[in-house]
Every structure is written in C-alpha cells, then in structure tokens.
C-alpha cells in the first residue's frame, strides 16, 4: 500500500511569490491534514479536508489555503510568501479523520528568499 | 486553545537504561492523545494514542504511556532502549470529539548511546 506522497520534495521561492504544494493521501483515506514544521514553533495544525470540505482551520492567516478534490488529493497553496514561510510542510491523511491514527508523508521543504 | 508541553527537549542514554519523557497538555474537555516518533530520515509515525478506556497504552517497539487526568499528563516510557530509538519524539493532543486538529509539543530528541 503507497503511503503518503508530497510533491514537490524541495522548492525554492522569493518573497511576494505563491507557491502550491500537493499531497496523495493514501488510497482509500478521504481526510487530508496539513502541518507546518519550522525549528523554532514546532507543528502547527494547518487545515483539515474531508470529503472536499474543509472540516478544521488553524491559527494561520488568509494567504494559506487549501482544497480537496473527489479522488481526496490536496493542495495547499501559500500567497505573497514571507521569509517566515520557509518550513517544512507536511501532509497527513487518516480514513475518518476526527483524531484517528494519521499518516504522515515526507514533506515539501519550502525556502523563501 | 490547547497547549502541549514537553519537558525535556534532548535526553541521552545508554542502551539498556529505562526512559521516561514527559508531557503534560492543557486543556479543560475530554482528550485524545498521542505519541508520535520521527526516526532519523524518516516520516512522522504514530507509537502509541489513548482515547478512552485503560489509561495504561501501550505502543509499538515496546514503547507505553499512561494518561493521568488529575495530572493532565501522558508520559512516554520504556523499560530498556535499545540504539534504534534514537529519533525525535513529539506528544500531540485533540479534543475528544476529534473536532480540531492536532496540538503537538515541540518534541524531545533521544540519543542512544551504544
């Protein structure tokens, strides 16, 4: 069973610039989570998609954004990056979601310049 | 708003020795919680969760936890470490519906030393 893809592995961007990062959950999961990890705050809880919907929200502001589509893929999308964007940006999938056990995948590497 | 605190951000040992590392959370409802282990150049994995029922958990790799409400605590323990532990360890937490994402603390590093 294929675990959780994230693409791209690595990007590089500039301040002012959007970016979109894409996750495959594994198959069968219909609940998509998004988790940003930098050295100093740790994870911090994104957003949650279930069956397309987006079921929970973070305390992020409005430039992060995500969707889900019918096949359960997800893409987060970050506008007018920040230097303080620059973090590693996982994805997690789980069946039901709702606190169940989650899957994790390998994370985008986002550096902003 | 929830809040995950882990005490101790590296700890060292030696193979054999027993490990506890702490973790205490904040939050006033019911709880789900969580150990997850992040072993070097790998994917965060779930070791262990407590959602209701026998407060003793038990993980896998040998690895438990016991979720002490009166303390709001869910300390991860192992009777004997062996080299391959070595890996970040982070405590998460999410209200008992299950209705929010997950808190997690800023995770403990452990080195095993052989």
């Known amino acids: 069973k294929a675990g959780v893809t994230q693409t791209p592995r690595y990007l590089i961007k500039t301040r002012g610039q959007q970016v979109t990062l894409s996750c495959s959950p594994i198959s069968g999961h219909r609940s998509v989570s998004w988790y940003q990890q930098t050295p100093g705050q740790g994870l911090q809880f994104l957003f949650e998609y279930f069956s397309e919907t987006q079921r929970n929200k973070g305390n992020f502001p409005g430039r992060f954004s995500g969707r889900q589509f019918s096949n359960s893929r997800s893409e987060m999308n970050v506008s007018t990056l920040e230097l303080g964007d620059s973090a590693l940006y996982l994805c997690a999938s789980g069946g039901t979601g709702s606190g169940e056990k989650l899957f994790f995948g390998s994370g985008t590497q986002l550096s902003v310049l | ?114």
Request: hydrophobic content about 35%; charged content about 15%; some cysteine.
């Open chain 2, 1 to 114: 708003a929830q809040s995950v605190s882990q005490h101790n951000h590296h700890v060292i040992l030696s193979e054999a020795a027993s490990l506890e590392l702490g973790c205490n959370y904040s939050y006033g409802g019911t709880v789900n919680l969580f150990w997850y282990v992040q072993y070097p150049g790998q994917h965060l994995q779930l070791l262990l969760k407590y959602f209701s029922g026998d407060p003793l958990v038990k993980g896998i790799k040998g690895f438990e936890a016991e979720f002490i409400k009166s303390k709001f605590s869910f300390n991860l323990r192992k009777p004997s470490v062996q080299w391959s532990d070595t890996a970040e360890y982070f405590c998460a937490v999410n209200s008992g519906g299950g209705a929010d994402g997950l808190t997690f603390g800023k995770g403990t590093h452990l080195i095993i030393q052989p």
